[in-house]
Every structure is written in structure tokens, then in C-alpha cells.
């Protein structure tokens, strides 16, 4: 262990100093801005409605992508797995889905803002196809992960295909759940940004208020977004809790 | 005729091995067994641990191939097409039981007919009748009381009664079994073996893996001892 510890020393110096970081004068213009950028800060409390709406749509967009990315997913992870499917056909859609997730959601929403045109349709679009890739990968790894003696089982009684495919779910139904709740908390923090791009959600707002410099409407409504992030993660973590 | 109907013609035995090596790379584990069960027939297979026992259920269950020798359950060879419909015939119960976590014991035992009834396993819109039918199989084990309990909150015992509800409720021609009665106390293991050669009255085979000497030779017909991967009969 001390060994990783002074090889990530000695790059993080070597790499310092390539990146101009070793400076000290870098350090004080820093404080400097600082200081500047907290006196613009502030909370304009007239502008709490308009950010709840914001946070509201990125989590119709969050709640959307899920749903509809855990459908696919359904569907396909027992397609991606030779436990259920021909190994040709589970390759297949495994080396698909593990290419489409190689993607960023942020790529995929610029992909649909071309689609479909700028707002929250194409954010909940982009946002149900990452989800799906990632699901579909969490769900043949569960499946793949129940014990071999009940696959054995199920498959001596002649269940194959989607029966066999309904029960393993069953069986791994609690880490199914959990990796849905883990998406849909991973949506929520994602669906901020898209906005960047134009597809929807709060983002959107805070790029617009950050092209007037209006700081304090940005505190607003990026207080506004830490706290629902919060809200979801907290919530999120005590149903997987109740699992 | 097609090939299982051919070969029913020409036996009445419900599993046949004939002959059958298996290896897992080094060396043969099983050398030359041969087994022949009939209707009805109870058979327990003893041995010593890593003797093949587990192996040898596998094949019977269409789970391996043999290196070499044939399978045939009810009259259909390991391997062939038709040995897929014949599944649904075969009850395996496997020494963690199979059962799906999470699921009630009516969930389990109506697995049972997943593969004959696929779609009404997946939308679980069964008929009343099936229903009731699965119902019944879990008052044969003394378990319908306990129908709509998750198998996680069942006791071992329970639990491998919900096992043969649902090699019941399959209505299966060969049942096999791999321990059945293993970490079970002495009464209960007893009633367990009891409920599990039941079927054979009707027609039923079974044959089960065992450690328990006692068991074996008061509930099962035959005895079979698996040493040095060769099948005797005691």
C-alpha cells in the first residue's frame, strides 16, 4: 500500500508541475477571484417557483428515462446473457449495448435535440437509451450471478426463455430494484447538465442565467438543485435500505 | 414413430444409463455405471464425498453429457431434440433445492408447469384449477397454510417439502433428488423421505442422492453404493 501511495505522489508531482498547478502565483489570482466571485453571490428567494418547476421537469425527465431505459432493459438483458439466450444473439446485443453506453447521456442529448428539436423530450429520450445500456449491463450481471444450482434446476424441468428468464429475475429481484433506485439517482444528477445542450431540466435556466451573470439567480437555483439531489439520494438509499 | 415413441416400444423402463464415462478432464469420475429404473422404482445412490454421486444425478438429469454410453429418460437419449419436451416430465431437485428466493411457496411449486404453460407463468393469470391443483400438492407436504410465505422465511424442512410440492404439482414421471433429506434432523429427514417416495405409488421413479444409510435402506427399494465410479448394488 505505501508503495501506490508514493507512485500517486510521485505522478501527481510530476504532473503538476507539466500542468502549471506548481506555481504559487496561480494560487493567489485564485484566492483573488475568489473573493470577487463570492461577493456576487446571493439567493433571489422570487425566483424559488420558477426553479422548483426546473427541478420538477428534470425529474419527470430522471423518472421518464428510467422507466422506459428499465423497460428496455428488460427486455434486452436476457437477450445479453447465454444463460437465456444463443450465445451468438447474447454476444451480439451485449457488444451492441456495451458500445451505445460507451456514449455519453450528454452526447445522446445533443443526438436527440437534432431528432426531435431543443427541450425536455429530448433530454427524457437520451436519458431512457443510457439508462437502458447500463441496466441491461447490471441486469445480465445479476442474472449471471444467481446460483448455478437453481439455473440447473429450472432448466432439467425444461423453463427456458423468458419463463426462465422471469424467474431468475425473481430470484435477483432486490439488486434489480436497487440498481433501478442507483439509476434513477444517476439520471437526476445528469438530467441537471443536459439543459447545457438544450434538452430540458434545469440546466437549461442556469446556462442562461450564467450568460447574463446573474450569479445570484445561479446560487438559486443550483441551491435549489443540491437540495433535490439530496432529497432523491436520501430517499433512494432508504427504500434500497427496505429492500 | 418418432425416436422416443420407438424406443418406448422397445422398453418400459423410465431411465435407462447404459455404460455411461464421465470426466471432468483427468480421469474418468464415473467408469462404465449402468442403471435401468422402472415405473415406480425408489432407488438411493450412496458414496463417499467427490465420489460422482452429484455428477452421475446431472447426467441422469440431461444436465451433462457423457464422454461415453447413452442417457435415455423415458425413452428419449440426452442430447436429442425430443429430450426437451421430456424436461418437463423430470423433477430435479438439486441439493440447495431450486426454490427462488424472495417468491411465496405457491410461486415455487407453480414453476412447476412454467415450461408446459410458459405464458400463463408470465402473466401469472393461471386457471383456478391449476391453482387449486398446486394448492393440493402443498397439503400432500402439510404446507398449503404456508402457501403465500416467502421460501426465505421456511425452515429447511419446509423448504424441501415446497420442493416436492412442486415435483408434484409438475406431476413428473422420474423425480431426482440430490440430498434431500442432508442437514435435516433425524425426524424430519424421515418425513421428508417419506413424502418424497410417495409418488411412486403412482408410477413415479425416484432416485436420490444419500449419505444417510439408515434412510436409504428403510424408505428407497434398491441401494446403489457409486465408489471408484463404478454403480453396485447393495
Not at chain 1, 22 to 48: H, I, M, Q, W
Request: hydrophobic share 50%.
Amino acid at each position: 500500500m505505501r508503495g501506490l501511495v508514493a507512485i500517486l505522489l510521485a505522478i501527481s508531482a510530476v504532473l503538476s508541475a507539466h500542468l502549471g498547478l506548481a506555481s504559487p502565483a496561480l494560487y493567489t489570482k485564485a484566492v483573488e477571484n475568489a473573493g470577487r466571485f463570492l461577493d456576487l453571490l446571493g439567493f433571489r428567494g422570487d425566483l424559488l417557483p420558477e426553479a422548483l418547476d426546473a427541478v420538477f421537469e428534470t425529474f419527470v425527465i430522471s423518472l421518464f428515462g428510467v422507466s422506459l431505459g428499465g423497460l428496455l432493459a428488460f427486455l434486452l438483458a436476457p437477450l445479453s446473457t447465454p444463460l437465456v439466450a444463443p450465445p451468438g444473439l447474447s454476444w451480439a446485443v451485449r457488444a451492441a449495448s456495451s458500445a451505445f453506453r460507451t456514449i455519453p447521456a450528454v452526447l445522446w442529448a445533443i443526438f436527440f435535440v437534432i431528432l426531435v428539436g431543443p427541450g425536455p423530450a429530448a433530454g427524457a429520450l437520451a436519458l431512457a437509451l443510457y439508462t437502458s445500456t447500463y441496466l441491461v449491463k447490471l441486469f445480465y450481471e445479476a442474472l449471471e450471478a444467481v446460483e448455478r444450482e437453481l439455473y440447473d434446476s429450472l432448466r432439467a424441468i425444461g423453463i427456458r426463455g423468458l419463463p426462465l428468464a422471469a424467474a431468475l429475475f425473481t430470484h435477483v429481484r432486490k439488486q434489480v430494484v436497487s440498481h433501478v433506485l442507483f439509476m434513477l439517482e444517476y439520471n437526476v444528477r445528469t438530467a441537471t447538465i443536459l439543459g447545457f445542450v438544450g434538452a430540458g431540466g434545469v440546466g437549461y435556466y442556469i446556462l442562461q442565467y450564467l450568460s447574463i451573470l446573474d450569479y445570484a439567480a445561479v446560487t438559486t437555483y443550483v441551491v435549489v438543485t443540491v437540495v433535490f439531489v439530496v432529497a432523491i439520494d436520501v430517499t433512494s438509499y432508504l427504500l434500497r435500505r427496505r429492500i | 414413430m418418432p425416436a422416443m415413441l420407438e424406443s418406448l416400444a422397445v422398453s418400459k423402463a423410465t431411465l435407462e444409463a447404459r455404460e455411461v464415462y464421465f470426466s471432468y478432464g483427468s480421469g474418468d469420475l464415473l467408469r462404465g455405471v449402468s442403471l435401468v429404473v422402472e415405473p415406480g422404482d425408489t432407488i438411493a445412490i450412496m458414496g463417499r464425498s467427490g465420489s460422482g454421486k452429484t455428477t452421475l444425478l446431472k447426467l441422469l438429469a440431461g444436465l451433462l453429457k457423457p464422454r461415453a454410453g447413452v442417457v435415455r429418460v423415458l425413452g428419449c437419449e440426452v442430447g436429442h431434440p425430443c429430450f426437451e419436451s421430456v424436461r418437463r416430465r423430470l423433477a430435479y431437485i438439486p441439493q440447495s433445492l431450486g426454490l427462488v428466493s424472495g417468491a411465496s411457496a405457491l410461486y415455487n411449486v407453480l414453476l412447476g408447469r412454467a415450461a408446459s404453460h410458459p405464458l400463463r407463468f408470465l402473466t401469472g393469470l393461471w386457471p383456478r384449477r391449476a391453482v387449486e391443483e398446486a394448492l393440493e400438492a402443498l397439503r400432500a407436504v402439510g404446507l398449503d397454510s404456508k402457501a403465500r410465505s416467502s421460501v426465505d422465511r421456511l425452515s429447511g424442512g419446509e423448504r424441501q417439502r415446497v420442493a416436492i410440492a412442486r415435483a408434484l404439482f409438475q406431476g413428473a414421471s422420474v423425480v431426482l433428488a440430490d440430498e434431500p433429506v442432508s442437514n435435516l434432523d433425524a425426524d424430519t429427514a424421515a418425513e421428508v423421505a417419506k413424502l418424497l417416495v410417495e409418488p411412486s405409488r403412482r408410477g413415479t421413479s425416484i432416485i436420490a442422492v444419500l449419505h444417510d444409510q439408515d434412510i436409504a435402506f428403510e424408505f428407497f427399494k434398491r441401494v446403489y453404493l457409486l465408489n471408484g465410479g463404478v454403480l453396485k448394488e447393495l
